[in-house]
């Protein structure tokens, strides 16, 4: 079983809808919840960044940790057609010397 | 600022030979790595580095060397390239091993025949 589970999709939504991704994971030392974007043939780059549990919200995206079901999630509000890419989840502890664990990562389409 | 920069961006190689991917970073930045990305595996840490002189591996470490004799350069070598490690290869770099923040380079797609 991998540390970190990751639908890998594709999801495909309508323009303007209501985004979910999620991730759950096993170990539960891990402290520090991060959401990656990647538009293809490209590098991730760091979308949302949490600290324990709880929400935290940046303009039309949210990141939710549930520490105590081991899940975290990604809304995306009135999606747009540039928030197609992949979304890659990743954590890391204190005690695994801070090293990022990722997700597989989910493809996202946006159909305009 | 350049970023992270990473050269090639494509490599054909045969099985057997030998090549160094190419990784800078203008951001005085402490911690670099490197991951390789395969489809429905997600990143995996192969080497990285705290600072000029210190490496270490990672998840996958076999089959790589790193070196880190700048605070801005950080090489990768395939020793004898196999077919198993075709892959897209990223580095990264962060402030510190603690600041998880990580800034990507645009990756490098390696094919091995």
């Known amino acids: 079983q991998k540390e970190v589970e990751q639908d890998p999709g594709p999801l495909s939504v309508p323009e303007g809808a209501i985004v979910s991704l999620n991730c759950t994971y096993s170990n539960s030392a891990f402290q520090y919840f991060m959401w990656y974007r990647q538009y293809s043939r490209k590098g991730p780059e760091l979308l949302m960044y949490?600290?324990s549990s709880g929400n935290k919200e940046d303009g039309r995206f949210t990141a939710q940790v549930d520490k105590s079901s081991k899940y975290i999630s990604l809304f995306i509000r009135d999606s747009q057609p540039s928030d197609s890419a992949t979304y890659l989840c990743a954590m890391s502890a204190m005690d695994s010397n801070y090293q990022l664990i990722w997700g597989a990562g989910t493809k996202l389409i946006i159909k305009p | 600022n350049a970023g992270v920069t990473q050269t090639p961006k494509f490599q054909v190689l045969k099985t057997g030979q030998s090549m160094t991917l190419q990784c800078a970073q203008d951001?005085?930045?402490?911690?670099m790595s490197w991951y390789r990305q395969d489809p429905g595996m997600g990143l995996r840490l192969i080497h990285y580095s705290v600072g000029a002189g210190i490496t270490d591996q990672g998840e996958v470490p076999n089959g790589y060397n790193v070196s880190r004799s700048t605070t801005e350069d950080f090489p990768l070598r395939l020793l004898s390239a196999a077919p198993s490690q075709t892959s897209v290869y990223f580095c990264?770099?962060?402030?510190?091993?603690?600041?998880?923040?990580?800034?990507f380079g645009p990756g490098t797609r390696l094919t091995v025949l």
């Open positions: 949490t600290y």
């Open positions: 990264a770099s962060s402030r510190s091993i603690v600041y998880n923040e990580q800034f």
């Open positions: 951001m005085n930045h402490e911690y």
